[in-house]
């Protein structure tokens, strides 16, 4: 599962731009974020921007919004949708364009200063936060408007921005008592600080969790492509001599579908099962308990019966029994699938005469020999169509040109963070801009694990900005002169993030608030899990699935193979996925006064206690190295993931239905789902373009997966 948009702690805060006010004097030296870049389309000067310039702009940027939202609060002309809404639309513009900057570089290309400047102003931001939301007199102004809100005549745009201010602010504390309010404070600043923590120490435990072999021989099975990406990066660690497995950031490591050194697997796993919890400086398990506990408080100070609910509020499935009711719906069909799979990669180690008992470290391996057997597909015969730049521009990008009419141009004129960044220009059908694009696909030992998708610049309407995006990946990084062969897998990475990527470059609304993938957590997934689906299909798929040696396209014969296996596998796939989601509703549904949990006792109760403890499929994540949830901004929404499947595979099968890839197609979803941020409410959304509300038959069909009788 893809990671997504990136974990800043000022995710939810006001949406921001300038409003002019006199500032008071201060010692504050010019920096690189006072004005915006005069880069196109206001690109970070990535150029002139130093660590150093950081933490002093971050401080200085929350000083101005603090002025500016000052003087809306105390405005003695009476509440306005202009003077007070807009007004705070308009603020914090210098914030924004620091906190986006440096959130991300410090997600995918991290050193021990941003890392301490992290550490230093993340509790701050939190605190700046409450500022806002927890202002009397502003919330005042929000509520005499939201009050009087059928009095004001304002567009639809305009009145769900009116009515997200005001339930942020309740929803942030703005009706509780003066004591109470002092202590969600400290709530909140302390989980700001133990959220960064936590990702600071995941970091680190990940890479000090690389497994390292002392001989060649230790790496049976894989090519001499990631033999030698192993000593590439064992020689980066100073390890002359040694090959060295760096740790994804999931359960499952990429390599066990290919070692043969039964020993190694084990051990690989083992690196990556235990990687926080070796009670040293990287251990998360205090601070996973820490936070549980705070976040139950916190809920039970704004009136909710546990975390989850108090997150859920808003979102498309909106109560945590909804969701226990999806995953529930899931399980049996999943538990018999997973059964199934393991009988047959059992059958397989038999037959080889190994005769050992199946575990999780040989799951991979041998899943990859019966996907072989029963469907003659190779997953390394596969890479050789898999060069990543052509996916790219001859997959990616010619997918949404079919659909959409954009174009891209490549610009080496914009500087970036890393040498390894592309950076492209985007045009819509009738030539005109649309945004920039960065990608940064390859791994490194100091970028966070998994893949994601955010804005340097956000699209509005309001603040004449047009979007500028990433994507960010952790793909193998070829040794030098090898060409960027990817799996399949990474294939589909690719397309999801882009397809975050045009939720955001489409955004056509006003209001920053509610601009492009400003929405819920299980509505935010759905547009890039959509856009998977175009990798496989025919066209897209024999556009960009060139072999890198001959030339040659795929075959027919070898798409057969890859359409026909892609229902192997679904149920270790869709289990390892709902294990983790469980694990993340059962920590945030614990009661507020529940005592500090045992991290490891509580994680073994919590998948027995919902049926998801499936044999020999362990959980995507272990709450020790669950960073969604503990610092991504994923808590209680990691079911999230699994619900926009839903709502994907049942626009694909509309699509399906209705002529497949098509420009006409490709248009209505645009209008209706892509261009719309959170401009009206979900349900309302999807069914405009469905036609009905979401259900799970198509899912299940797509996955080959079928309730028990």
């Given amino acids: 599962m893809r990671n997504t948009l990136s974990g800043s702690v000022l995710a939810g805060l006001l949406a921001v731009a300038a409003f002019c006010v006199a500032a008071p004097a201060h010692a504050y030296a010019a920096g690189p974020f006072d004005a915006p870049s005069s880069l196109p389309y206001q690109a970070p000067r990535f150029d002139i921007i130093k ?12 000083r101005q919004q603090l002025a500016e939202i000052t003087v809306i609060a105390d405005n003695k002309v009476a509440p306005s949708f202009e003077n007070t809404i807009l007004a705070m639309e308009r603020s914090g513009r210098m914030l924004e364009r620091v906190n986006n900057a440096f959130f991300g570089v410090v997600q995918a290309n991290t050193n021990p200063a941003l890392d301490k400047v992290q550490t230093v102003v993340a509790p701050k931001l939190a605190a700046h936060n409450d500022a806002i939301f927890l202002n009397a007199k502003l919330f005042a102004r929000v509520k005499a408007l939201y009050d009087n809100r059928a009095g004001l005549k304002l567009d639809a745009e305009a009145l769900q921005v009116l ?96 070692l043969t050194d039964r020993g190694v697997r084990e051990k690989l796993f083992a690196s990556s099962w235990m990687r926080a ?133 490549q610009r080496k004129d914009i500087p970036v963070y890393h040498p390894d960044v592309m950076v492209f220009e985007v045009f819509d059908h009738d030539g005109s801009s649309l945004g920039l694009m960065y990608f940064d696909y390859f791994k490194r030992d100091n970028k966070s694990g998994g893949a994601w998708m955010s804005n340097f610049v956000g699209q509005s309407k309001l603040l004449g900005t047009k979007p500028v995006i990433y994507n960010v990946a952790n793909f193998t990084k070829p040794a030098p002169g090898q060409p960027a062969l990817i799996t399949f897998d990474d294939v589909g990475t690719m397309f999801h993030e882009f397809g975050h990527a045009l939720h955001g470059l489409f955004a056509n609304q006003t209001y920053p608030l509610v601009s492009g993938t400003n929405v819920a957590r299980d509505f935010v997934e759905f547009p890039s899990q959509f856009n998977e689906h175009w990798s496989l299909y025919p066209d897209v798929l024999k556009h960009y699935a060139v072999n890198i040696k001959t030339g040659a396209t795929i075959p027919q014969s070898l798409v057969d193979k890859i359409r026909s296996s892609q229902t192997w596998g679904q149920g270790y796939a869709l289990g390892e996925l709902l294990a983790a989601s469980q694990l993340d509703m059962q920590w945030h549904t614990l009661p507020p006064g529940s005592p500090k949990q045992d991290v490891d006792v509580f994680e073994a109760k919590a998948l027995k206690n919902t049926g998801t403890d499936f044999a020999n499929v362990p959980t995507r994540y272990r709450s020790s190295y669950f960073l969604h949830i503990w610092a991504n901004g994923y808590a209680s929404g990691y079911y999230a993931y699994q619900w926009t499947v839903m709502l994907d595979d049942d626009a694909y099968a509309w699509f399906t239905a209705h002529g497949g890839l098509t420009r006409a197609n490709g248009q209505r979803f645009r209008d209706l789902i892509l261009s719309r941020g959170h401009t009206t409410d979900y349900g309302p959304m999807f069914r405009a373009f469905y036609g009905k509300d979401p259900d799970i038959g198509p899912m299940l069909e797509h996955r080959g997966l079928t309730l028990p009788k």
């Fill in 51 to 62: 660590d150093a310039d950081y933490q002093p702009g971050f401080e200085e940027g929350m």
């Fill in 277 to 409: 919890e070796k009670g040293d400086a990287n251990d998360t398990r205090a601070i996973i308990s820490q936070l549980a506990s705070l976040r139950a408080e916190k809920a039970k100070l704004l009136g909710y019966p546990n975390y989850a609910a108090y997150v859920l509020y808003d979102q498309m499935a909106q109560t945590p029994q909804a969701v226990e009711n999806f995953i529930a719906q899931l399980v049996p069909a999943t538990r018999v699938k997973a059964a199934e799979e393991a009988k047959l990669i059992q059958a397989a180690i038999d037959k080889q005469g190994a005769h050992f008992e199946l575990k999780p470290w040989d799951w991979q391996l041998y899943a990859e020999k019966v996907r072989k057997e029963r469907y003659d597909l190779d997953e390394e015969a596969l890479k050789p169509y898999f060069e990543l730049h052509k996916v790219l521009q001859d997959g990616v990008f010619y997918a949404a040109g079919r659909l959409y009419g954009i174009t891209f141009k």
């Fill in 163 to 258: 009515t997200l201010y005001y339930r942020q602010f309740v929803h942030a504390g703005a009706n509780l008592a003066p004591a109470q309010m002092a202590r969600l404070k400290q709530i909140n600043k302390q989980d700001a600080s133990l959220e960064t923590g936590f990702q600071q120490k995941l970091v680190a435990a990940a890479k000090a969790g690389g497994l390292v072999l002392d001989s060649k021989a230790q790496l049976a099975g894989l090519s001499e492509a990631e033999i030698a990406n192993a000593a590439q990066a064992a020689k980066a660690r100073g390890l002359s001599g040694k090959w060295v497995i760096p740790l994804q950031n999931t359960t499952q490591q990429p390599l066990l579908t290919s």
